[in-house]
């Protein structure tokens, strides 16, 4: 089998957040492949910690990786602060010779964002509304390269790693089965010290929310990075969950047009034409979502705007967010112009430990670096369509009996979406849009 192959068979998606299919990513052929080993989000350790027990598998994929490409450059990107990691990546390359470049990056957010890692490495802006291959780069996570090499050893994505943080007893960095429900997680990892509570998957600026109830019901998937459990109360649940409503109304009410959540927007600063503060103007006065909002389209949804930047506690996020789905909705698309970076971009970088504090979240990020634990489960749901492109078919039937790692859901290596594997050892319950397996052992079978 191919590299490409490889990745195929083993269903590897990118880790990072956003689950692009990596055979579909690596079909490209880029001048450029950059791994990104920043970590954006504040309070996440799930990349540091594969980077630190996993730096030669991760080094050698990416070795391997820029020569199936035929890439000219191979840049791993992540934070100076990580300076002992830096130093075991640098020695791995020199006894290995691989022609990898290491680049390091100031603490700032959103470092670890894809077309802002690529400004800081490269000095190139990805063109408004564009991709990474329009300026011929491929960028991958790090986490992803540790799979893509389990790849070329025959082994399968089953098990994701991800932070447990926040309001608990003690933060862990977790590899747990793809599939297994969040509720589950917290508890097999110590649980909550609250007895009310809410859950952010992702992290706290583009993390989702989810209430213990749903928590029953959600599940790990491959793009599953972090759990940061807050108050039921805490002002990123009160701002994250208001109605469509009352942010209308308070942006009529309270938007003074200031700017700063423009000014201080990454993707304004690398020359795309975003302006929230204008989208938010218009959002206080128009209620038909045409043209007019086209910039929305442009917004990463890195929380700037509204969780640092803007003084009145408004959500240009939360807007931009909605009047994306509205646009895709009514089949708006538009092209953009992309201008010149902002010549006060170096000077408008968000440091983390004010973010941190700026959030009220200061205090998890105190409680140290967490212990790692690996645990199982008696029962998963895993999701046939793992994030993007379409979902997988399923090829097993109830009752059938299946080994940890063996193929339930397939596509052709053409489309877009990846394979799905069994993540325990049991016995097929259910199939629909999901695979609800049930450990079982192998005697029964």
Same mark, same amino acid.
Do not use: W
């Given at each position: 089998m ?7 068979l ?11 299919p ?8 880029p ?6 080993g920043?970590?954006?989000?504040p309070?996440?350790?799930?990349d540091?910690f594969?980077? %630190?027990?996993?730096?030669?598998e991760m ?13 000219e450059r191979?840049?791993?990107?992540t934070?100076k602060?990580?300076e ?6 640098q ?8 022609d ?18 690529i400004?800081? #490495? ?5 063109? #408004?509304g564009?991709i ?7 960028v ?6 540790k ?7 025959g082994?399968?994505?089953t098990d994701?790693y ?14 747990v ?11 097999? #990892?110590?649980g909550?010290?609250l ?17 213990q109830?749903e ?5 790990v ?10 108050p ?8 994250g969950?208001?109605?469509?409503? #009352?942010i209308?109304?308070e942006?009529r ?20 034409p975003l302006?929230?503060?204008?989208i938010?103007?218009?959002?206080g006065?128009?209620?038909?979502y ?5 910039e929305?389209l ?9 969780l ?6 408004i959500s240009?996020r ?5 009047l ?9 698309r538009m ?8 010549? %006060?971009?170096?000077n ?14 200061r ?5 140290g670096k ?8 008696d029962q ?9 492109g379409k ?5 097993v039937?109830?009752?059938d009996f ?8 397939d ?15 049991g ?10 397996i ?8």
């Amino acid at each position: 089998m191919s590299f490409l192959e490889n990745i195929y068979l083993a269903g590897v998606i990118g880790e990072g957040g956003a689950g692009f299919p990596a055979h579909i990513k690596y079909a490209a052929s880029p001048k450029y492949l950059l791994i990104n080993g920043a970590e954006c989000e504040p309070l996440l350790y799930t990349d540091k910690f594969q980077m %630190e027990n996993y730096y030669k598998e991760m080094l050698a994929a990416i070795q391997a990786a820029k020569v199936f490409l035929k890439a000219e450059r191979a840049v791993l990107a992540t934070k100076k602060r990580y300076e002992d990691l830096i130093g075991l990546f640098q020695q791995e390359i020199k006894d290995k010779n691989y022609d990898i470049e290491i680049f390091s990056m100031e603490n700032f957010y959103p470092a670890g964002d894809e077309q802002i890692t690529i400004y800081e #490495a490269f000095q190139k802006a990805v063109p #408004a509304g564009g991709i990474p291959l329009h300026v011929d780069i491929v960028v991958s996570n790090i986490a992803t390269m540790k799979s893509i090499y389990d790849a070329q050893n025959g082994i399968p994505v089953t098990d994701k790693y991800l932070t447990v943080t926040g309001e608990v007893r003690e933060p862990k960095v977790l590899k747990v089965p793809v599939g297994m429900t969040l509720s589950e997680v917290i508890e097999r #990892a110590g649980g909550s010290t609250l007895k009310e509570y809410m859950i952010l998957t992702g992290g706290p600026m583009m993390g989702k929310f989810v209430t213990q109830e749903e928590a029953k019901d959600v599940v790990v998937r491959k793009t599953t990075g972090g759990i940061l459990i807050v108050p039921k109360h805490h002002a990123l649940v009160q701002r994250g969950t208001k109605s469509l409503t #009352a942010i209308k109304n308070e942006t009529r009410a309270a938007c003074i047009q200031c700017s700063f959540c423009t000014q201080y927007c990454p993707r304004y600063l690398i020359g795309h034409p975003l302006h929230p503060h204008k989208i938010m103007r218009a959002f206080g006065i128009h209620d038909v979502y045409d043209e007019r909002f086209a910039e929305a389209l442009l917004c990463c949804e890195c929380g700037i705007c509204e969780l640092f930047a803007c003084p009145m506690n408004i959500s240009p996020r939360i807007v931009n967010v909605f009047l994306k789905q509205e646009l895709r909705k009514n089949g708006i698309r538009m092209s953009f112009e992309t201008g010149p970076v902002q010549p %006060e971009r170096e000077n408008r970088y968000v440091p983390v430990d004010r973010l941190l504090s700026r959030l009220d979240i200061r205090k998890y990020y105190d409680l140290g670096k967490p212990t790692y634990m690996e645990i199982e489960t008696d029962q998963v749901r895993i999701p046939l369509g793992q994030y993007i492109g379409k979902p997988a078919v399923p090829c097993v039937k109830v009752g059938d009996f299946v080994e940890k790692g063996a193929l339930i859901g397939d596509l052709p290596m053409t489309d877009l979406g990846s394979r799905v594997h069994a993540s325990i050892t049991g016995r097929v319950t259910a199939v629909d849009d999901a695979i609800t397996i049930v450990r079982e052992r192998r005697e029964n079978a």
